[in-house]
């Protein structure tokens, strides 16, 4: 009988997806909850790995692929429950990505599901998921947090349509730049374009039938000088 408990890591891969907000989940290829939907998670290897978010990040890596641009650790979870196999212990992780770079991991690694619309899942990774999408829209009424939803270089019209998404509420172009403080004037390459000097300008810009439209990134995850939403 083991006497000490398994200690593992939990990724929640939150995306955003046909206005959505969604998360990455897959399909157990051994017990327990064998063909069931899970979050990815591994145990910590303590002679390989340097961290628990070191874990996160190589378990990652080997069951997709994949490296988020961001990672936070959630909260513990813990309990002779959650586990059939006994007393377990996982840390929970949440990471944002955009969906076209998960979907890079290809079909067969991942399913997306709407996290307002979860099926059965292993373990207790459906409560994992609901903190962790209370962790991101709390933290996303007042930080950069949903840059990280966004690729690299985004416009602030993408910017504003991932803030709607996740909070639900679709607002106007002069509100939404009141809210995270974004300057009116147009932003020249290297310069912020908001009061927190958070959103850098390059000088890149997207194309389309309308006026070209500038391209920004995050230069840090950081909170803006006012609360935004």
């Known amino acids: 009988m ?6 593992s890591v939990d990724v929640v891969l939150l995306s955003l997806h046909q206005g ?7 399909r157990r290829a051994r017990g327990p909850f064998q063909d069931c939907l899970a979050l990815p998670g591994g145990y910590v290897h303590v002679d390989k790995d340097g961290s628990i978010e070191a874990t996160a990040y190589r378990v990652l890596k080997q069951k997709t692929g994949l490296q988020p641009r961001y990672l936070e650790q959630l909260r513990t979870f813990a309990g002779p429950q959650r586990d059939p196999r006994g007393w377990s212990v996982a840390i929970s992780h949440v990471a944002l990505m955009p969906y076209e770079e998960l979907r890079q991991a290809g079909d067969e690694v991942f399913h997306f599901h709407d996290v307002d619309g979860l099926p059965d899942l292993a373990f207790d990774h459906a409560e994992q998921i609901r903190e962790a999408v209370r962790r991101v829209c709390n933290k996303a009424s007042y930080s950069t947090l949903p ?6 270089l985004f416009t602030l019209t993408q910017l504003q349509r991932t803030y709607e998404q996740i909070f639900g509420e679709t607002v106007s172009r002069s ?3 009141s809210r995270l403080g974004i300057k009116v004037a147009e932003a020249h390459p290297g310069e912020s374009a ?3 000097d958070i959103l850098l300008a390059t000088d890149q810009f997207q194309g389309g039938s309308q006026r ?14 006012r609360a935004c939403w």
């Open 147 to 152: 840059c990280w939803l966004l690729p690299e």
């Open 175 to 177: 509100t939404f730049r």
């Open 20 to 26: 959505k907000l969604q998360v990455a989940l897959h």
């Open 212 to 225: 070209p439209a500038r391209l920004f990134r995050v230069n840090q995850l950081s909170l803006f000088k």
């Open 194 to 196: 908001d009061q927190a």
């Open 2 to 7: 083991r006497t000490t408990p398994n200690v």
